[in-house]
């Protein structure tokens, strides 16, 4: 779970107290690990494609429009969790997304308020929906216009998070990416997925081996076949 941590509290922490971490600033520590101290620290960047394949951009000015391409920057928002559980969206000139009482959004906001604040509902679809604070849903229109007018969560209402990498994170490809909540959860019920793939994705001869304690594992898997490890001098069948 996700921790944030002021400056110097660090020395609270129980993976850097075994580090010997105990006084400043521990995160990054010397090999780069980000302990879970310093898990508020990483940007978290994505973008929101809509039903309609179009991507939300936001413009020098903070007008909100649809592109049918994602553009490098202006298509990148970063999302920061908020403690009331709402969650809010900055994008790259640094101001954040807004919606008033009317319906009307644009990344205008120079400070995280009530207007600033939305929350995102997972759909079992792997899709999202996105809610101002007065209840309302981010709607995206055929004709390229986006609002926050409406009460329930329809069609156009669906939008799929495309996560982007941060410094610190590395993203995969999987296109089913959106429905693992558990990977990479903007509110910090995860385990950090993107953090550790910066670190170590399974290469062969890394000297790392991982033990899952679980109820099981499908090693035929293809991205898991290749990478199996059992022990070599396992003698079968002694319990």
């Known amino acids: 779970q996700r921790r944030a941590s002021p400056p110097g509290a660090c020395s609270a922490n ?11 600033d521990c995160c990054p520590v010397a090999d780069g690990t980000m302990l879970s101290c310093c898990s508020s620290r990483v ?19 903070g007008t909100l ?34 919606a008033d009482e009317r319906g009307d959004i644009h990344a205008t906001g ?28 981010l709607t995206a229109d055929k004709s390229g216009a986006l609002a926050v007018n409406r009460a329930q969560a329809l069609g156009w209402e669906q939008f799929t998070i495309v996560d982007k990498a941060a410094p610190g994170q590395r993203v995969g490809n999987d296109p089913e990416m959106s429905r693992l909540w558990a990977m990479q959860d903007y509110g910090g019920f995860d385990i950090d997925a993107p953090e550790a793939w910066n670190i170590w994705t399974g290469e062969v001869g890394k000297g ?13 898997h293809d991205e898991l076949k290749e990478k199996m490890w059992s022990n070599p001098l396992e003698i079968p069948d002694n319990g």
């Open 65 to 98: 429009s649809q592109v049918s391409a994602p553009a490098a920057s202006s298509s990148v928002f970063e999302i920061s969790a908020n403690d009331d559980g709402t969650v809010s969206l900055r994008s790259h000139s640094g101001r954040y997304l807004m």
């Open 208 to 220: 790392i081996t991982v033990a899952i304690i679980d109820t099981g594992i499908d090693y035929t």
């Open 43 to 61: 940007q978290d960047l994505l973008m929101l494609r809509s039903i309609h394949g179009t991507f939300i951009s936001a413009g020098e000015s």
């Open 14 to 24: 129980p993976a850097c107290r075994m580090r010997g971490l105990i006084v400043g």
């Open 110 to 137: 120079e400070q995280i308020g009530n207007t600033t604040k939305f929350s995102i509902t997972r759909k079992t679809d792997g899709t999202v929906s996105v809610s101002s604070s007065f209840g309302l849903y």
